[in-house]
C-alpha cells in the first residue's frame, strides 16, 4: 500500500542555519503531497502542499519540490528561526482521499 | 470564515466505557474526517464522512463508528473503550472528494485509564 518515509529526529538546528527535512513516498500513481506542522498541544496546520510532478509548494520561508523521479517531497527552508520549533510531518492523498502521514520529524530550534 | 472546531479538548474515561467527540467542520466544506494520533506518532485515518455518507474507513474495528449530520458537523463514537484509544483525535474537513486540502482541527486528547 501507499506510505510515506520521513528522516527521524530530533532535528536540532541553530538559529538562521538552513533546514532540510527528507520526505519519500510510495503510492500507485501520482498523489498530492502536504507537509503540515504541529506545535506542542496543538492540532496539524497545513504548510504547503504540492499537487503534481515538479510543482514547488512554498509558505513562510519553506519550500517543497514534487520529484516524481525520485518519489521525493523535501521540506527546506533558507533561515530558520526559533519560532519553527515543531514537529512536521510529510503526507500524501491516496485514491481514497484518505491522507497517509509519516512517523513526523521534531525540529528545534536554538537560539 | 469559522475554522475547524472540536469537542471537548481533553476527556478522562475508564476501560469499557463509551465516549462521543464532536467536530465541526469549516464553512463550506461537506467532507469530514477522522484521525487518531498516538503519542510521538503520525496520525493514522479511522473514517471519513461525505455528504452524510460513510465514504471510506481505515484499519479500525467496529467500535469506532461515526456520524456527519445535514449541517456537514460529525461524531466519532467509540465503544468499549480500551487503553490503547488514549490518543489525540484529529478531525480534518475538505471541500468534495479529494477537491481541496484537508484542514485540521485541534483535536480531542482522549486518556482511557
Known amino acids: 500500500g501507499d506510505s510515506v518515509t520521513q528522516m527521524e529526529g530530533p532535528v536540532t538546528l541553530s538559529e538562521e542555519a538552513f533546514l532540510t527535512i527528507n520526505c519519500t513516498y510510495t503510492?500507485?500513481?501520482?498523489?498530492?503531497l502536504f507537509w503540515y506542522v504541529q506545535y506542542p498541544g496543538e492540532g496539524l496546520q497545513l504548510l504547503l502542499k504540492?499537487?503534481?510532478?515538479?510543482d514547488k509548494g512554498s509558505n513562510k520561508g519553506f519550500e517543497a519540490t514534487y520529484r516524481k523521479e525520485t518519489t521525493s517531497f523535501h521540506l527546506e527552508k533558507g533561515s530558520v528561526q526559533v519560532s519553527d520549533s515543531a514537529v512536521y510531518f510529510c503526507a500524501l492523498e491516496d485514491s481514497s482521499y484518505k491522507l497517509i502521514f509519516g512517523s513526523g520529524t521534531r525540529l528545534l530550534v536554538r537560539p | 470564515e469559522t475554522g475547524v472546531t472540536q469537542s471537548p479538548t481533553h476527556l478522562i474515561k475508564t476501560r469499557g466505557q463509551q465516549v462521543t467527540l464532536r467536530c465541526s467542520s469549516q464553512?463550506?466544506?461537506?467532507?469530514v474526517s477522522w484521525y487518531q494520533q498516538a503519542l510521538g506518532q503520525g496520525p493514522q485515518f479511522i473514517f471519513q464522512?461525505?455528504?452524510?455518507?460513510?465514504?471510506g474507513r481505515g484499519n479500525f474495528p467496529p467500535r469506532f463508528s461515526g456520524l456527519q449530520f445535514p449541517n456537514y458537523s460529525s461524531e466519532l463514537n467509540v465503544n468499549a473503550l480500551e487503553l490503547d484509544d488514549s490518543a489525540l483525535y484529529l478531525c480534518?474537513?475538505?471541500?468534495?472528494?479529494?477537491?481541496?486540502?484537508?484542514?485540521f482541527g485541534p483535536g480531542t486528547r482522549l486518556t482511557v485509564l
Open positions: 504540492a499537487t503534481k510532478a515538479d
Open positions: 464522512y461525505y455528504r452524510e455518507e460513510e465514504n
Open positions: 503510492a500507485t500513481g501520482y498523489p498530492s
Open positions: 480534518a474537513s475538505s471541500m468534495g472528494q479529494g477537491a481541496g486540502t484537508q484542514y
Open positions: 464553512s463550506g466544506h461537506n467532507t
